[in-house]
C-alpha cells in the first residue's frame, strides 16, 4: 500500500513536471508587422533675413501633426530558467510614418529654383502653395525584455522593455524651398536615433502573437538650416508612436 502511495506520488510530481515545460513559452525566430499612429513635432526658426518665409510667422515656432505608417520585425526570442517567465527578444526593424503639417506656402514645383521663387519668399511670387509633408524612415536594431504574467499551455500574457538604436532619416516637400547653391543652407536627412520601447503582448498556441505597446524616439533631426548665423532652421521628430503588432512565431 505505502509502495503504491509513494508511486503515484512520483507520477504527479513528473506529469507536474512535464506540465510546466508544456505551458512554458518556446523560443522561437518571428517575423513581424505593425500599425502605427503618434504625433510628430517640426521646429521652425523663421528670422528675418534672405530665407525669410512671409507666410510664416516671424520667430521659433513648433506644429504638431499626427503621424501614421507601418513597420516590420524580425528576430528571435528567447526565454531563461525551468518556468520562462523572462525572456529576451533580439530583433532588427524598419519604420515608414506619413505626417501632414499643414497647407503652407513652403514649396514650389520640382525644378523651381531659390533664385527664381526670392519674390515667393517675399510673398510677391505667384509660386503656389504645397503642403507642407513629412516622410520618416527608421531602420536598426533593438533588445526587449520579456516578461510573462500568463503562461499557460496556450496562451501567454505579460508586457516587455526594452530600447533600440538606429537611422532616422526625413523627406520633406520643404526641401526645394531650402536648396539653392551658394546661399550656405544644409541639409542634413539621416541621424542617429535611440529608441524605447515598451508594451503589453500576448502569445496564443504555437504561431501567433500580438502585441500593443509605444516607441518614443528621444533625439531631434536638424534638418535645415542656414550658414552660420542665418535666419532659417528645420527641426523634425517623432515624438512617440502607439502600435499594434502581429508576429508569427516559427
Not at 504645397?130 to 499551455?153: C, E, P, Q, R, W
Not at 516637400?173 to 536648396?179: A, D, E, I, Q, S
Amino acid at each position: 500500500m505505502r509502495k503504491t502511495f509513494y508511486a503515484l506520488v512520483s507520477s504527479a510530481v513528473a506529469l507536474s513536471g512535464s506540465l510546466t515545460t508544456l505551458s512554458a513559452e518556446r523560443n522561437a525566430w518571428y517575423v513581424g508587422a505593425s500599425y502605427q499612429v503618434g504625433q510628430a513635432g517640426q521646429t521652425i526658426t523663421n528670422n528675418s533675413g534672405p530665407l525669410h518665409i512671409k507666410t510664416l510667422p516671424t520667430g521659433t515656432y513648433h506644429y504638431l501633426a499626427v503621424m501614421q505608417g507601418l513597420g516590420v520585425s524580425v528576430g528571435y526570442k528567447q526565454f531563461l530558467g525551468k518556468k520562462k517567465w523572462f525572456g529576451l527578444r533580439y530583433y532588427g526593424f524598419f519604420d515608414y510614418g506619413h505626417a501632414v503639417f499643414g497647407a503652407n506656402a513652403l514649396t514650389c514645383p520640382s525644378g523651381t529654383t531659390m533664385s527664381s521663387v526670392n519674390t515667393a519668399v517675399d510673398g510677391a511670387s505667384p509660386c503656389p502653395a504645397v503642403a507642407n509633408l513629412s516622410d520618416m524612415f527608421t531602420y536598426g536594431v533593438g533588445i526587449d525584455t520579456l516578461y510573462n504574467v500568463i503562461n499557460k499551455k496556450d496562451v501567454t500574457f505579460g508586457f516587455f522593455f526594452g530600447a533600440a538604436i538606429a537611422g532616422n532619416s526625413w523627406g520633406n516637400t520643404t526641401k526645394h524651398f531650402m536648396v539653392e547653391k551658394g546661399l550656405g543652407g544644409k541639409i542634413d536627412p539621416a541621424i542617429f536615433q535611440f529608441l524605447f520601447n515598451a508594451g503589453l503582448r500576448t502569445a496564443i498556441g504555437k504561431h501567433q502573437e500580438f502585441d500593443f505597446g509605444i516607441k518614443i524616439p528621444t533625439i531631434n533631426d536638424y534638418y535645415f538650416y542656414s550658414r552660420p548665423g542665418g535666419n532659417l532652421a528645420f527641426t523634425y521628430r517623432r515624438q512617440y508612436s502607439l502600435y499594434a503588432g502581429y508576429r508569427y512565431n516559427f
